[in-house]
C-alpha cells in the first residue's frame, strides 16, 4: 500500500465492469480482445471524470466477489483499464507507452464485492509537499 499523505484527492468514480487474471487466462484470443475493448470503452466514457494535468497518482481497486494474487494477477486484471486510464491523461495513443510516463505513478487494490467493479481514485501532490508516493 503507498503512502499518500501529503497528497489531495482529486476524484474517484466507480465502472462496473468485468476483470479477470489475464495471466492465467486460457481463453480463446477473440473473447479476451472483446473484453479489453469494452474495457477500454468504458474508460472512454468515463474519460469526463478522469483529470488531465500531471504529475498525478492513479489508484485502481478491483472489486469482486474473488480474490486474486495482489503480486501477479491483480496488476494483470488492470492492465487494460491502466492503458486506457493513461492514454486519456497524456493524450499518447501509442499501445503500451501512455504509462511509461515518469510523472504518472500508480497502484492497485482489491476488495471482494456482489457485482465486478473497478474503482478509479486519483491524487496529486499537496503545493506543500515535495515528495513522491512511497511503496
Not at 78 to 90: G, M, N, P, S
Not at 110 to 129: A, C, I
Amino acid at each position: 500500500m503507498t503512502d499518500l499523505s501529503g497528497f489531495i484527492k482529486i476524484t474517484e468514480f466507480i465502472l462496473q465492469m468485468e476483470t479477470c487474471s489475464e495471466a492465467n487466462s486460457n481463453e480463446h484470443w477473440r473473447k479476451k480482445a472483446a473484453r479489453h475493448r469494452l474495457q477500454k470503452q468504458h474508460v472512454k466514457l468515463a474519460s469526463f471524470y478522469i483529470p488531465k494535468e500531471l504529475p498525478i497518482h492513479i489508484k485502481l481497486t478491483r472489486i469482486s466477489r474473488k480474490m486474486l494474487d495482489k503480486h501477479d494477477n491483480l496488476p494483470c486484471s488492470l492492465k487494460y483499464i491502466l492503458d486506457a486510464v493513461c492514454e486519456q491523461i497524456t493524450g499518447n495513443l501509442v499501445p503500451g507507452q501512455a504509462d511509461n510516463d515518469p510523472r504518472l505513478s500508480f497502484e492497485y487494490a482489491q476488495e471482494k464485492g456482489s457485482l465486478p467493479k473497478v474503482r478509479f481514485e486519483f491524487f496529486r501532490k499537496n503545493d506543500t509537499s515535495n515528495e513522491t508516493p512511497k511503496q
